[in-house]
């Protein structure tokens, strides 16, 4: 699964997610478009992924680096992490 800006011309950033038994959500990949970067895009991928995550009741494993410095960023999510 996968979250995807877009500004109908070309992909600005996705999110790559897979879902785990025991209702873990791996979070595995972030990616913004060079051009885009610093411009608070990947923060916007990871809000939705991670309320999406809340909405199903997922936990989360950060393998996606940009992720867990979300995670450390902030720390009310803290509970959601399974390692």
């Known amino acids: 699964m996968s979250y995807i800006l ?3 011309k ?4 996705h999110l790559t997610f897979t879902i785990a038994p025991g209702q873990i959500a791996i979070a595995e990949h972030t990616v913004v478009d060079p051009s885009y970067q ?3 895009f990947a923060g916007d991928l990871a809000t939705a992924f991670f309320s999406y995550c809340i909405e199903l009741g997922l936990r989360v494993r950060p ?3 940009y992720i867990a410095t979300y995670l ?3 720390p009310e ?3 959601m ?3």
Do not use: A, F, K
């Open 6 to 8: 877009d500004d109908s």
């Open 10 to 13: 070309r992909d600005i950033g």
């Open 38 to 40: 610093g411009l608070g």
């Open 63 to 65: 393998l996606c680096p």
């Open 72 to 74: 450390r960023r902030h």
């Open 77 to 79: 999510l803290q509970d």
């Open 81 to 83: 992490v399974v390692e």
